[in-house]
């Protein structure tokens, strides 16, 4: 009788080992790998001329049934734990404001979607297409292309001057960008837009793209002014440090505009500040884009 209930248990505890086996089973995941990605933007349409197609888009926030898989940095190979037919969606990640810890998909382009026959092991490759949300406002786009200005000079030296150019230094060779030329005794000079601006960032986001080029660091923000039409603040939103190459920064003006009245009006500013005797600063700007969402 003895042995019988001993017998009994050890086979119980077997089954029960057996069973913890196999519910810690590893599912064989199946794979999405993602190489790159495409950005279209439209001359014509819901958005009217969204300028050009220049991006920086560092992460793929992934997206499975609606549910979130995560951000992943580009190139990636990303596990997914389902099969069969999967409806994908990929949001285009940035920098918010530039800052590495701060990384989020940007809420002014759209999610790509796809279906996929996920397999385990399997692994597909898609190389997602985005394009701007409809609906939103281009308040403003400077990609000196176009006829006139929309940044002048608020403080400079006599000489100072923004001029456009094309060819291998240019953002688009084939196309206009903008270069900060300063006479010798400029140490301080600060471009700010023609126009003011409406925005309203308490029911959508706000933000200011911008494509640049430097050797010194620009300082950009906002100019504030009440209905009077008087100034009444200076918002610091972004140091652009020098950098190596062209790149694109996203800034969120959102949180920094949301708490002020609603019938301030807003220029953007940019500026440097230069040591008497250094050499000669190279400033290039291009496809600046100040977007209401």
């Known amino acids: 009788m003895k042995k019988s209930n001993a017998f009994i248990l050890i086979l119980a505890?077997?089954?029960w080992s057996a069973c913890k086996v196999f519910d810690n089973e590893v599912v064989v995941p199946a794979y999405i790998y993602i190489p790159s990605y495409t950005f279209q933007t439209r001359a014509e349409g819901p958005n009217g001329n969204e300028g050009d197609s220049t991006s920086r888009f560092l992460d793929m926030w992934i997206f499975t049934k609606g549910n979130i898989e995560g951000g992943f940095g580009l190139p990636t190979l990303i596990p997914i734990q389902r099969q069969?037919?999967?409806e994908i969606g990929v949001d285009a990640g940035i920098l918010r404001s530039g800052q590495n810890n701060e990384r989020l998909p940007y809420p002014l382009v759209d999610r790509y979607f796809t279906t996929l026959n996920l397999q385990p092991g399997k692994v597909d490759t898609i190389i997602p297409t985005f394009k701007y949300v409809d609906g939103i406002t281009f308040?403003?786009?400077e990609d000196f292309d176009r006829i006139g200005?929309?940044?002048e000079f608020n403080i400079r030296q006599e000489g100072d001057t923004l001029?456009?150019?094309t060819?291998?230094?240019?953002r688009n060779k084939e196309r206009f960008s903008g270069r900060l030329i300063l006479t010798d005794s400029s140490d301080f000079v600060r471009l700010v837009t023609v126009d003011e601006f409406n925005l309203n960032a308490r029911v959508?986001?706000?933000?200011?793209?911008m494509d640049y080029n430097t050797d010194v660091i620009l300082f950009v923000g906002l100019f504030v002014s009440d209905a009077s039409g008087s100034t009444v603040r200076q918002v610091p939103l972004f140091n652009a440090f020098p950098t190596s190459?062209?790149?694109?920064?996203?800034?969120?003006l959102t949180k920094d505009i949301t708490t002020l009245p609603l019938d301030n009006r807003y220029k953007l500013y940019i500026q440097l500040i230069r040591s008497k005797g250094s050499p000669m600063p190279n400033v290039m700007l291009d496809n600046i884009k100040l977007i209401e969402g």
């Open 13 to 15: 505890g077997f089954v």
């Open 84 to 86: 069969g037919l999967t």
């Open 139 to 141: 308040k403003m786009i």
């Open 149 to 151: 200005n929309r940044f």
């Open 163 to 165: 001029i456009r150019f």
């Open 167 to 170: 060819g291998d230094s240019a």
């Open 204 to 209: 959508s986001p706000v933000y200011l793209e």
């Open 245 to 252: 190459g062209w790149n694109r920064v996203y800034i969120d």
